[in-house]
């Protein structure tokens, strides 16, 4: 299952095999990931469009593996969660994200707030609330400072995933919609959630002054956010026009390659500390 690469070294080459063989060579991996160090974070900004200033940051779980490079989220995030290892790795990002707010604090950037993604799976075993009050106290970062970040599917088909967000509103967590407008948007839950912020999916900006249904969703979304109370972010922000489309329809928030990729946290270090 290996060939020839042209400087006669092997590479992988995961066309070449079964699927099956793929991934249980990629689980096998995963499963080692974390001790052996492969696993790393970066962090996209979050910025205030009018101002350009710095409000918060979203940690984007890497995983780097010797052979295969660089692993792209959408890989092995749904492997995590097929095995049960979304546990280990979920915990092993929330206290990394954690632990970096305050190391980019006592470097003397401050940083306000970080978004850290959930997944479904993470709501099954209900010490959710446990695992991310012990990482605060551990970190000593502030509640208000860290923001959960689940999809809409991930709060109407998991169990109790309600009684865990106001779980998690309780001990001071902020919590955010990630990809709103894609999922079962059932507004009756919304009214009943303690969630601070809409996040508008990537989707519905990239086609964003062409396309006048997307334009219409957007919009949508901002007029909801701001009749909730929420405050309500743009992802994939990639142009000046997207921007100013936002700005100019009252959401004064933005994340995307428009401000910056994700970076490394020496990066983020460097390019924000004035
Ligand atoms: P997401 O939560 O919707 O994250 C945003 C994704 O959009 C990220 O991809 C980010 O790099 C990308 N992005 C940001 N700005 C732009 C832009 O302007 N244009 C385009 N085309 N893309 C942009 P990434 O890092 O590959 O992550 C993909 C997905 O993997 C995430 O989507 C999230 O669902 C999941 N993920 C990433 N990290 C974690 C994690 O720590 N835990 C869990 N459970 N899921 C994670
Ligand atoms: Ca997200
Ligand atoms: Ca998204
Ligand atoms: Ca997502």
Known sequence: AKARGRNGFSFFAPFMMGEGVERLRLET????????????????PQVEIDTGRLVGVEALVRWNHPELGLIPPIRFIPLAEDTGFI??????????????????????????????NLSAKQFERGSIVNMVADILRDTGLEPQRLQLEVTESVIMNTGDAMVFINDLHSIGV????DDFGTGYSSLAYLKQLPVQTLKIDRSFIKDISTDVNDEAIAIAIIQLGKSMNLSVIAEGVETAEQAAFLLRHGCNLAQ?????RPLTADDMFTRWQK
């Open 174 to 177: 902020a919590l955010a919609i």
């Open 87 to 116: 546990n280990q790795l979920g915990k092993w990002v929330l206290h990394e994200a954690c632990r970096q707010m305050v190391r980019w604090q006592d470097a003397g950037l401050h940083v306000p707030k970080i978004a850290v």
């Open 256 to 260: 995307g390659y428009f401000y910056s």
């Open 29 to 44: 991996y995963l499963r080692r990931s974390i001790e052996k160090d492969e696993i790393f974070l970066n962090y996209q």
